[in-house]
């Protein structure tokens, strides 16, 4: 008999909310540097970081025998993820933290449209809705035409979309590898593809900037880590919507600590965003759901 654990809301919840605190104040973080650091090196530095916390991955990824494709598709993940990490660094630095916490949430969108295009996964008329309603959002926080737009904000853009389509290639390889292997050659590839950028424009870093991005490689990590405890205690459906909250605390962090003005379209923008992906994230749990639980003709474990 297949037994299924139970749900426990309350500590999903708590989580989630430890999650997004941990995911603010690494962009806080990167933030307060102020682009002391160019993007790229700075990105480097934090990956490179975070390689300590490979040792427990180690013996999974060398036990994995990896075809010719598999590291193609390994090397594909690292140069797109190194491209959006970049991007990401750099709009810290010339955006506000509502607007990159804002427009960090598109990548599920991106996701759920590449998947449908070249995954050939269905795109319901729903589903399709909440996309349209996410992109709609996108545009209040961009405002086109009403305002100009800055490198920052085509910098997130493309960090959406890069970050996206490294998740399909995580999904793609998911079929044949477990989580440890696929993070673990992610920091490796990813720390490897962003070296030559970091040389490139390499500047002598103080020991404070040094010390802030091991902070910063140390948070992230508890990030993802207290990311995946909310989602082994309860379904998406009720963790999804607390990540709300990430824009909440980013503009309260921007407006107290950066001196940067409330701006309602981000935040109008942001909610769309949100709730479009929380719609989206409950409909996948769903189908999921569905396609463990055996049908009529099915045998049941």
């Not at 491209?83 to 427009?103: D, K, N, P, R």
């Not at 996108?138 to 959406?160: D, F, K, N, Q, S």
Request: charged share 10%; aromatic share 10%; with cysteine.
């Amino acid at each position: 008999m297949q037994t299924t654990k139970p749900s426990r809301p309350l500590a999903g919840i708590l989580w989630m909310v430890v999650t997004g605190l941990l995911f603010v104040l690494v962009t806080a973080i990167v933030k307060s540097m102020d682009g002391r650091l160019p993007a790229a090196q700075a990105a480097f530095l934090r990956y490179l970081f975070g390689l300590v916390f490979l040792v427990p991955m180690l013996p999974s990824m060398m036990r994995v025998r990896l075809l010719a494709k598999d590291w193609w598709l390994f090397g594909l993940r690292g140069l797109t993820h190194s491209v959006g990490v970049i991007l990401w660094f750099f709009a810290m630095s010339q955006i506000t933290l509502a607007e990159v916490s804002a427009m960090n949430y598109l990548s599920p969108v991106y996701v759920t449209l590449g998947a449908a295009a070249f995954l050939g996964e269905k795109l319901a008329v729903r589903r399709l809705a909440a996309v349209g309603v996410a992109l709609i959002g996108m545009l209040v926080i961009l405002r086109p035409g009403l305002r100009v737009l800055e490198a920052g904000h085509y910098a997130m853009i493309g960090t959406a979309i890069l970050f996206a389509v490294s998740y399909l290639v995580a999904k793609r390889m998911s079929e044949r590898f477990g989580p440890a292997v696929i993070v673990g050659f992610l920091s490796v590839t990813v720390t490897i593809g962003l070296a030559p950028f970091a040389l490139s424009v390499w500047v002598t870093p103080s020991w404070a900037d040094l010390g802030l991005l091991a902070i910063l490689a140390c948070l992230a990590t508890g990030g993802h880590y207290t990311m995946t405890l909310a989602f082994a205690a309860a379904p998406v459906a009720v963790t999804q919507p607390v990540t709300y909250l990430q824009l909440v605390w980013a503009v309260l962090l921007g407006a107290v600590f950066f001196d940067e003005a409330l701006d309602i379209y981000v935040i109008l923008g942001g909610s769309m965003i949100i709730g479009a992906v929380s719609f989206i994230a409950w409909r996948e749990a769903a189908a999921k759901r569905r396609q463990v639980t055996p049908g009529v003709h099915e045998p049941k474990v």
